[in-house]
């Protein structure tokens, strides 16, 4: 076990340490204000605060971390080794800047709650962020710093032995419309058909018909090919099927049809099922409520994950409702348009109230990689090196790597052609040895 000597424990210093040092590290971590208790406790030990004791492992604090609510900060970003920190304290601490109060505000969203220019949908931008701006969002900064601190304490601990972790994939399954042309209904479908005549796509009139009436299959329905993949590997998929209703931001499936039901419940046998949040459940707590006892009657048990259309956040509302309803774990916080770490880290957190300054029951499961930000690189091979490494980013401090994949991914449109040699990528991942960048 670490102690930790601070001249005073708060909330904000709990929740980053339990993070450090128990989430990445595996450490039990135990906190005094207490000068003998410090002294008289015979393994790992540090203290944190403003003033180092004697010649004990000392981290010099900053004012974070023992402050409520916010206040502007000002944030300077330094070079460190072979990646970046901020909140920088000199050389007379064991590291020269704050680790913990650094990783706090990238875990806590900090600068979320600070004035920013939203995108069109209302969501926090990566070019609104302190790793995009300063070229550290592609790194799992958390950890990094986590296992540098980690070594350090090994210098001074030698006969101490860390646990070891090991790499791991949770693959997400993103389902906004289960089918393209099937089950839609005659108003859609006959809107669909004048839209295809309206601009002369004949082609996929004709294609939306012989889906229809049974003679070819529905370019989205690729569920059996990824149950399959499913049953090769150990980790567990989670898919999130939209079962919200129809509106000008979501057009699934309407989820009283019996054959959409059978598909759930089908996928559900072999895989984790979600909910996809829809566009208006993001702020109307009924609506979500609605969506969630819906889909606990069509899997037959508690819902426990979720992740909100679009990939929306607005905190720290969007959290509070989903732990209101006892949601236990969300996979919304990631970037669409961006590949890396939204939060700094590739460790599942719970999540902090900063409005409450409290630590919350929710696990927030970032995702690092959404399928369409793959399409922003034309050949193949440019694909599969990106995809690389952000996966030997994960690799290196042996983190969990989360993808989001859609069901239309793995279909045989032009667009994703080669995107189910990159999920076997992914999968093949967990089962390799981590390979130098």
Request: glycine share 4%; with cysteine; charged share 25%.
């Amino acid at each position: 076990m670490l102690l930790v000597y601070t001249h005073k424990i708060t909330p904000r210093l709990r929740y980053v340490f339990k993070h450090i040092c128990t989430r990445v590290l595996g450490v039990e971590v135990s906190f005094t204000t207490t000068i003998e208790e410090f002294i008289a406790h015979d393994s790992l030990k540090m203290s944190y605060t403003k003033q180092q004791l004697g010649n004990e492992f000392f981290v010099k604090s900053n004012d974070i971390l023992y402050e409520q609510g916010l206040s502007d900060i000002e944030i300077n970003v330094h070079d460190w080794e072979n990646t970046k920190c901020f909140f920088y304290i000199g050389e007379k601490s064991a590291i020269p800047f704050d680790i913990f109060a650094a990783s706090f505000y990238l875990l806590s969203r900090y600068e979320e709650y600070l004035p920013h220019v939203n995108d069109e949908y209302g969501r926090f931008s990566a070019t609104e962020s302190i790793a995009y701006k300063y070229g550290f969002l592609h790194q799992p900064v958390v950890d990094i710093w986590a296992y540098k601190f980690k070594d350090k304490m090994q210098s001074q601990y030698p006969e101490f032995v860390f646990p070891k972790r090991t790499y791991s994939i949770k693959p997400i399954i993103d389902v906004p419309s289960a089918y393209n042309f099937k089950l839609k209904g005659f108003m859609r479908t006959f809107g669909g058909t004048v839209k295809d005549l309206s601009e002369l796509k004949l082609k996929r009139l004709y294609y939306r018909y012989i889906v229809i009436l049974g003679f070819k299959h529905d370019p989205y329905d690729t569920f059996k090919y990824i149950v399959n993949k499913q049953k090769q590997t150990k980790y567990k998929f989670l898919f999130f099927f939209l079962i919200g209703d129809y509106s000008t931001y979501d057009k699934g499936i309407n989820p009283n049809k019996k054959k959409f039901v059978s598909l759930i419940k089908g996928v559900a046998d072999y895989c984790k099922v979600g909910l996809k949040a829809s566009y208006f459940a993001i702020h109307d707590p009924v609506i979500l409520k609605k969506e969630k006892l819906k889909m606990e009657a069509i899997i037959n048990r508690s819902l426990t994950a979720s992740r909100q259309s679009f990939s929306k956040l607005n905190l720290p509302e969007s959290y509070r409702n989903l732990i209101e309803l006892e949601i236990k774990e969300d996979y919304t916080m990631g970037y669409v348009n961006q590949i890396g770490f939204r939060a700094g880290s590739c460790t599942p957190f719970l999540f902090y109230d900063l409005d409450y300054e409290v630590q919350t029951p929710l696990k927030i499961w970032s995702y690092n990689l959404l399928d369409y930000t793959l399409l922003k690189t034309h050949s193949l091979l440019d694909k599969k090196k990106a995809l690389t490494k952000i996966i030997n980013e994960v690799k290196q401090v042996d983190g969990v790597f989360v993808p989001v994949f859609h069901n239309y991914t793995f279909s045989e449109l032009e667009r994703w052609k080669g995107f189910k040699e990159l999920f076997n990528m992914i999968l093949e991942s967990a089962n390799e040895m981590s390979l130098d960048n």
